[in-house]
């Protein structure tokens, strides 16, 4: 899958811009604050309907303005798509495939198989369990619409038990028939989603490993750990064993929302005891295995987005990275980095076509 053309019309700080893109590298170089990071980021809006960076739609319209427009051209299986995303204030955004508006976003993901690394991902690390989950989430969904929907679904049903626990505590009140109608759905998508995500990791640790350990040389042993409270029983017995704490604190206390992904090396957290560049080369190794892992399920190369790749790590690092990339076939590439010839130095090393486009 290729994305051949991007045109921004006052989307963050571009006001009218368009790109002809190069199959395999693109290299967006400049200046902090003149826009690289948002070129990178529009091309997430188009792969999953929403900024990587601000989730917030209106502020991702230019200061000033009354709507942003991103549109791709993208050849994928030999076929030309066009995807738009447009937002206007005080309208609903819209994802327009080939002229055609989804009805549900949902409907577009994995449509365009993406992945980004980028400096903002060490919240994975430092943030708490929720960040996590979504990383997990973001992955299947990309190749599983049945995950997507019941994770849809449960997060409903639990934002309705929720309001009807603060409603028993608000009206010293209680209905024991509504409840169980939010537990058996709450069971029923839990359920689904814990043996999908138990599935998944199964899948995925192996491949996280490898990836570890070429960008490592193996020096260090880390570790992906999955945790939730249906490792302990079904969740509607739990749902109904807890009803005490759940009316006492007023939401919902156990079940697939509290799951979480722990991140270790050398059998601790690495939060505690991983250096920055440890840190660093986890989080790169989780990215490419999330590369590697959509591969596998789509069959497509997903388009991978360096977001200032350089920090932290020095030339002869991202050099081994590049050099990953251009040795198993990646498909096509987009870095952004504020010195163009250190960029350029690194790229000419792996004989792939390139463009740099200076902002």
Do not use: W
């Not at 303005?65 to 819209?94: N, P, R, W």
Request: charged share 25%; proline share 2%; with cysteine.
């Amino acid at each position: 899958m290729i994305l051949q053309k991007l045109s921004l019309l006052n989307y963050k700080n571009f006001e009218s811009q368009t790109f002809d893109l190069d199959p395999k590298i693109n290299c967006f170089v400049g200046l902090n604050g003149v826009g690289k990071t948002n070129a990178l980021d529009a091309i997430y809006h188009l792969s999953f309907g929403k900024s990587y960076f601000n989730p917030i739609t209106l502020q991702n319209i230019k200061h000033g303005e009354e709507f942003f427009v991103i549109e791709g051209i993208y050849e994928k299986q030999e076929l030309e798509e066009k995807v738009v995303v447009s937002a206007k204030k005080g309208q609903k955004k819209i994802i327009k495939r080939n002229g055609k508006a989804y009805e549900k976003f949902s409907d577009h993901i994995g449509f365009l198989p993406l992945v980004i690394i980028s400096p903002s991902d060490r919240d994975l690390i430092m943030e708490g369990s929720d960040t996590r989950r979504k990383f997990m989430d973001g992955v299947i969904s990309q190749s599983d619409a049945n995950y997507l929907k019941a994770l849809i679904n449960y997060n409903k049903v639990l934002v309705q038990r929720n309001s009807l626990l603060k409603y028993f505590a608000v009206n010293n009140t209680y209905n024991q028939d509504t409840l169980d109608i939010y537990n058996d759905q709450l069971h029923t998508f839990g359920s689904e989603i814990f043996e999908k995500r138990t599935a998944f990791i199964k899948d995925f640790q192996p491949i996280f490993l490898k990836r570890h350990q070429s960008i490592s040389n193996g020096n260090e042993s880390v570790d992906l750990v999955y945790t939730s409270h249906l490792q302990e029983g079904d969740l509607k017995s739990q749902l109904v064993s807890n009803i005490s704490k759940d009316r006492g604190m007023q939401y919902t206390t156990v079940g697939i929302h509290k799951d979480d992904l722990h991140f270790e090396i050398e059998g601790h957290p690495i939060k505690k005891f991983g250096s920055q560049g440890q840190q660093k080369s986890f989080l790169i190794a989780l990215k490419l295995a999330q590369f590697d892992f959509i591969k596998q399920q789509s069959n497509v190369n997903p388009i991978l987005l360096l977001d200032d790749i350089f920090d932290k790590l020095d030339e002869e690092r991202v050099a081994q990275i590049i050099t990953l990339v251009d040795n198993e076939n990646f498909g096509q590439l987009f870095i952004t980095d504020t010195h163009a010839e250190r960029t350029e130095n690194v790229i000419k090393k792996v004989h792939q076509s390139y463009k740099m486009f200076k902002l």
